[in-house]
């Protein structure tokens, strides 16, 4: 079984940038369309971004053009670059394939 482990979570000014990792235990991962979500408190998880095993993107309107998903199957990770963050993007953030079960998730906090 793929089990993945996301990582780069941290506190951020308004404005600031971040890159999350989503590192895969097996090189399987790159089979399969990898997906980005987030939780913010009291709210549902909504996915975020996600990536197919041929590398085409997607994005939830509320990131589009300041998010920016990729993948390097070299080193079975998937990554996703935030810039222009907002303190609406405050949220546990989950990587997660068909594949793969529920993590622990990496905690992004905006705030000045």
């Known amino acids: 079984q793929v089990q993945f482990v996301e990582s780069g979570g941290g506190l951020v000014q308004p404005g600031g940038s971040l890159r999350l990792s989503c590192a895969a235990s097996r090189s399987t991962f790159k089979d399969y369309t990898v997906d980005w979500y987030r939780q913010a408190p009291g709210k549902q998880r909504e996915l975020v971004a996600s990536i197919t095993s041929n590398g085409a993107p997607y994005y939830a309107d509320s990131v589009k053009g300041r998010f920016t998903i990729s993948k390097d199957n070299a080193k079975n990770t998937v990554y996703l670059q935030m810039n222009s963050l907002k303190s609406e993007d405050t949220a546990v953030y989950y990587c997660?394939?068909?594949?793969?079960?529920w993590g622990q998730g990496t905690q992004v906090t905006v705030s000045s």
């Open positions: 997660k394939s068909l594949i793969t079960s």
